[in-house]
């Protein structure tokens, strides 16, 4: 099948059959990377751009990977160094990556829509590589590849995503693409931290970080960044990691094999401690792993469909 | 010039012909009309009185200018304009009324009574001289934009407004609440967007009741958007409190979800809020505890509205939907009458800004507009006449295009008639 759109804005935009098709075609490439010749053709004569407004490791490493192994033209800007820092707008910088026969442009930035904004303005596919507060659907869809690898199915999976739910992207496609291939989605963390109506998504809001984990399959804990302090949002990192930190102790509560994730970067202490980060139970470097097949998959349906037209 | 207007429907008078001789209505001409126009029992109603709107003039003419932003009303139906004084320079003092009045005056397409500053420079610390601005012509006083700072300086603001018989208009939003970019709720959550909950309305509405109670003195709310806001000021009006409300289009024809897709054309201030809150303003202009529907006509350049979400400006255009939108989804739906809704847009207004227009009688300047109520239309909006085109009502399909509008006995809109 081919995805209905050029772009890959969010979870959103996809439907189940999209997902699965994504997840699949994952596979196939992962498979691809562990042999040992990890180059194929099928971006061969296309060109690929990555731009970012923000700052990524993974994120943009694995991008660039992808392409590179499927013989890409790949090329990066982030906004140091580039006519952004001259006040260039978001729509004139995208245009001129456009206009230089650009086929996919994969991009971050730091607000919601930005990609929503840019995408029906541009001949090139637009890749959204996390977008403010809003989607990072590459990021939910290498979490689900990785929780297919451990239970073989995401239908009636229970999840559980600890942590910062308000300004987290990853939280929100998480949410909306598990509740699309029928997971059980439960969020806690502070309530300063968790946004109204996430009920009407069909997750479940849960009181404690506790709650949440009892009987979980998955547990995710996000990041949480250090400077919300100021903004009282909570109160300090030792009260944090003491009330809404995934220990060994909360664990206990999951159901046996769970496994625990993080989209990384991870403050360790914080969000879980290292104990758990390192654990058997981690497969955070599983998930940066799959990263690089998840994103060649998306790069592969994109293109097919842009081929067929 | 003496202008008599046959075969029409005329609302807010009991007549079969209008007659208009320099400027006012009279029930006799002095000689044999110049033209008669025969409206083909097209609806005519005493000219629209918009008491809220911006026309960017001074300082902001590339969105909008009084020029251009009187015409649009003109073709709105509208006759009389009430224009926010957050120009730039703001009009705060006397000689930027005088000089957005001469130039309304003389490339004006309908009449402009400005709204001077309730606060110097709308900064929300001393009071404007509203004596001096009053001589010049202004009919009101707001910091519109932002809520008059404190409770303290809406206590003088009311207390001075009242030596002079100004209204005072008020914004009303809790400033620390308020750093969002649309409605908090569950919209908000899907699109990752910063929201601002509906009690950061509520709180500077019940602020303002308060004081005004306490000095017996009156208020008007402007573009109230929430259920609360139209609850807490039901309440005052039964306890006699002298307040009055405004409300908005918007208010009533959109929800939050209008902001789906990162549409920045559904970016306002207040912002769309959720069914229920669109549900509770029709029933508060149907049982009168809303008094006057305004447009908060804000004109943007493209630049400011095909941008990322949150950074684009907030508000739509209204002039030209104004009408179109209330008859259609208010009185069509049955929500109001039809005088109701000229009691909105004409007569209220004119009592409560003391105009001296808002009916069609023998003495009055001449403002009029028509329109057909019967045909739909598609409202299309690259035929607007704005400078500006931020709507997100593009291809509505509605009732109540204007037909003619004549201001002062001038024609100042006509459409095929």
């Given at each position: 099948?081919?995805?209905?759109?050029?772009?890959?804005?969010g979870m959103k935009?996809?439907?189940?059959?999209?997902?699965?098709?994504?997840?699949?075609?994952?596979?196939?490439?992962?498979?691809?990377?562990?042999?040992?010749?990890?180059?194929?053709?099928?971006?061969?004569?296309?060109?690929?751009?990555?731009?970012?407004?923000?700052?990524?490791?993974?994120?943009?490493?694995?991008?660039?990977?992808?392409?590179?192994?499927?013989?890409?033209?790949?090329?990066?800007?982030?906004?140091?160094?580039?006519?952004?820092?001259?006040?260039?707008?978001?729509?004139?910088?995208?245009?001129?990556?456009?206009?230089?026969?650009?086929?996919?442009?994969?991009?971050?930035?730091n607000q919601s829509g930005a990609?929503h904004f840019?995408?029906?303005?541009?001949?090139?596919?637009?890749?959204?590589?996390?977008d403010g507060m809003n989607e990072?659907?590459?990021?939910?869809?290498?979490?689900?590849?990785?929780?297919?690898?451990?239970?073989?199915?995401?239908?009636?999976?229970?999840?559980?995503?600890?942590?910062d739910i308000y300004h987290s992207r990853?939280a929100r496609s998480?949410a909306i693409?598990?509740?699309?291939?029928?997971?059980?989605?439960?969020v806690?963390?502070?309530a300063t931290m968790i946004p109204p109506g996430m009920e009407k998504y069909?997750c479940?809001l849960?009181?404690?970080?506790?709650?949440?984990?009892?009987?979980?399959?998955?547990?995710?804990?996000?990041?949480?960044?250090?400077?919300?302090?100021?903004k009282?949002l909570?109160?300090?990192?030792?009260?944090?990691?003491?009330?809404?930190?995934?220990?060994?102790?909360?664990?206990?509560?999951?159901?046996?094999?769970?496994?625990?994730?993080?989209?990384?970067?991870?403050?360790?202490?914080?969000?879980?401690?290292?104990?758990?980060?390192?654990?058997?139970?981690?497969?955070?470097?599983?998930?940066?792993?799959?990263?690089?097949?998840?994103?060649?998959?998306?790069?592969?349906?994109?293109?097919?469909?842009?081929?067929?037209? | 010039?003496?202008?008599?207007?046959?075969?029409?429907?005329?609302?807010?008078?009991?007549?079969?012909?209008?007659?208009?001789?320099?400027?006012?209505?009279?029930?006799?001409?002095?000689?044999?009309?110049?033209?008669?126009?025969?409206?083909?029992?097209?609806?005519?109603?005493?000219?629209?009185?918009?008491?809220?709107?911006?026309?960017?003039?001074?300082?902001?003419?590339?969105?909008?200018?009084?020029?251009?932003?009187?015409?649009?009303?003109?073709?709105?139906?509208?006759?009389?304009?009430?224009?926010?004084?957050?120009?730039?320079?703001?009009?705060?003092?006397?000689?930027?009324?005088?000089?957005?009045?001469?130039?309304?005056?003389?490339?004006?397409?309908?009449?402009?009574?400005?709204?001077?500053?309730?606060?110097?420079?709308?900064?929300?610390?001393?009071?404007?001289?509203?004596?001096?601005?009053?001589?010049?012509?202004?009919?009101?006083?707001?910091?519109?934009?932002?809520?008059?700072?404190?409770?303290?300086?809406?206590?003088?603001?009311?207390?001075?407004?009242?030596?002079?018989?100004?209204?005072?208009?008020?914004?009303?939003e809790?400033?620390?609440l308020a750093n969002g970019v649309m409605n908090e709720g569950s919209v908000s959550t899907e699109l990752g967007l910063r929201g601002i909950p509906s009690a950061a309305e509520?709180?500077?509405?019940?602020?303002?009741?308060?004081?005004?109670?306490?000095?017996?003195?009156?208020?008007?709310?402007?573009?109230?958007s929430t259920?609360?806001?139209?609850?807490?000021?039901?309440?005052?009006?039964?306890?006699?409190?002298?307040?009055?409300?405004?409300?908005?289009?918007h208010y009533?024809?959109l929800t939050e979800e209008a902001c789906l897709g990162f549409d920045t054309n559904a970016k306002m201030n207040p912002p769309l809020r959720t069914k229920e809150d669109v549900?509770?303003?029709?029933?508060?202009?149907?049982?009168?505890?809303?008094?006057?529907?305004?447009?908060?006509?804000?004109?943007?350049?493209?630049?400011?509205?095909?941008?990322e979400f949150s950074l684009a400006?907030n508000?739509?255009?209204?002039?030209?939907?104004?009408?179109?939108?209330?008859?259609?989804?208010?009185?069509?739906?049955?929500?109001?009458?039809?005088?109701?809704?000229?009691?909105?847009?004409?007569?209220?207004?004119?009592?409560?800004?003391?105009?001296?227009?808002?009916?069609?009688?023998?003495?009055?300047?001449?403002?009029?507009?028509?329109?057909?109520?019967?045909?739909?239309?598609?409202?299309?909006?690259?035929?607007?006449?704005?400078?500006?085109?931020?709507?997100?009502?593009?291809?509505?399909?509605?009732?109540?295009?204007?037909?003619?509008?004549?201001?002062?006995?001038?024609?100042?809109?006509?459409?095929?008639?």
């Amino acid at each position: 099948m081919t995805l209905r759109s050029k772009d890959l804005l969010g979870m959103k935009e996809l439907n189940p059959e999209e997902i699965d098709e994504i997840l699949r075609t994952a596979e196939m490439m992962k498979m691809v990377l562990s042999s040992g010749n990890k180059k194929t053709s099928h971006l061969q004569g296309k060109s690929v751009v990555t731009l970012f407004y923000e700052n990524s490791t993974r994120t943009r490493l694995s991008f660039e990977m992808a392409s590179k192994f499927m013989g890409a033209a790949s090329a990066n800007i982030t906004t140091s160094g580039s006519s952004v820092n001259k006040g260039e707008s978001l729509i004139d910088t995208a245009r001129t990556i456009d206009v230089m026969a650009t086929d996919i442009l994969i991009m971050r930035h730091n607000q919601s829509g930005a990609p929503h904004f840019i995408a029906p303005h541009l001949k090139a596919s637009v890749v959204n590589a996390g977008d403010g507060m809003n989607e990072h659907p590459t990021q939910a869809l290498l979490d689900m590849f990785t929780m297919k690898e451990s239970f073989h199915k995401l239908e009636g999976l229970n999840v559980a995503i600890c942590g910062d739910i308000y300004h987290s992207r990853v939280a929100r496609s998480n949410a909306i693409g598990l509740r699309k291939m029928g997971a059980n989605v439960r969020v806690a963390g502070p309530a300063t931290m968790i946004p109204p109506g996430m009920e009407k998504y069909g997750c479940t809001l849960a009181k404690t970080v506790r709650e949440a984990v009892e009987g979980a399959d998955v547990v995710m804990g996000l990041r949480l960044q250090l400077e919300r302090q100021n903004k009282s949002l909570f109160p300090s990192v030792s009260e944090y990691a003491r009330f809404y930190s995934i220990s060994p102790e909360i664990l206990s509560h999951a159901n046996p094999g769970a496994i625990v994730m993080h989209p990384g970067p991870c403050n360790h202490g914080v969000e879980m401690p290292t104990v758990i980060y390192d654990s058997p139970q981690s497969v955070i470097n599983e998930q940066v792993k799959n990263g690089v097949a998840v994103r060649m998959a998306v790069l592969y349906l994109l293109m097919a469909r842009r081929n067929q037209e | 010039m003496r202008l008599r207007l046959i075969h029409g429907r005329f609302f807010g008078c009991e007549r079969e012909e209008v007659l208009i001789e320099d400027g006012f209505f009279v029930n006799k001409l002095t000689g044999e009309p110049d033209r008669t126009v025969d409206l083909q029992g097209a609806a005519a109603f005493p000219g629209l009185i918009d008491a809220h709107c911006h026309l960017r003039d001074p300082g902001y003419e590339y969105r909008e200018d009084i020029a251009s932003g009187t015409r649009s009303a003109a073709k709105g139906g509208f006759t009389s304009l009430l224009p926010m004084p957050n120009t730039n320079p703001v009009c705060d003092n006397a000689s930027v009324v005088r000089s957005i009045v001469t130039k309304a005056r003389s490339e004006g397409y309908t009449n402009v009574f400005p709204i001077g500053a309730a606060s110097k420079g709308l900064a929300g610390k001393e009071l404007a001289e509203y004596g001096l601005m009053r001589e010049e012509g202004i009919v009101a006083v707001s910091d519109d934009g932002k809520p008059i700072a404190t409770a303290d300086l809406l206590k003088k603001v009311l207390q001075y407004a009242s030596d002079f018989d100004l209204p005072v208009l008020n914004h009303c939003e809790e400033m620390s609440l308020a750093n969002g970019v649309m409605n908090e709720g569950s919209v908000s959550t899907e699109l990752g967007l910063r929201g601002i909950p509906s009690a950061a309305e509520d709180i500077m509405i019940a602020r303002d009741i308060l004081i005004a109670e306490y000095l017996r003195l009156p208020i008007h709310i402007c573009h109230v958007s929430t259920k609360g806001g139209v609850r807490m000021i039901r309440d005052a009006k039964r306890r006699g409190v002298r307040i009055t409300a405004e409300t908005c289009p918007h208010y009533f024809t959109l929800t939050e979800e209008a902001c789906l897709g990162f549409d920045t054309n559904a970016k306002m201030n207040p912002p769309l809020r959720t069914k229920e809150d669109v549900e509770a303003i029709q029933e508060g202009l149907r049982d009168g505890t809303i008094d006057l529907i305004v447009t908060d006509h804000a004109p943007h350049h493209q630049d400011e509205k095909e941008i990322e979400f949150s950074l684009a400006n907030n508000g739509i255009v209204g002039f030209e939907t104004a009408f179109a939108l209330s008859y259609t989804y208010l009185v069509r739906t049955k929500i109001l009458t039809i005088n109701q809704l000229i009691a909105c847009m004409s007569s209220n207004p004119s009592r409560l800004f003391r105009l001296n227009r808002g009916a069609i009688e023998d003495g009055m300047p001449a403002d009029i507009a028509i329109f057909d109520l019967e045909n739909a239309f598609t409202f299309q909006r690259d035929k607007m006449v704005s400078k500006a085109r931020n709507t997100p009502y593009d291809g509505y399909r509605l009732y109540g295009e204007t037909r003619m509008t004549i201001c002062g006995g001038r024609i100042t809109y006509e459409k095929l008639l």
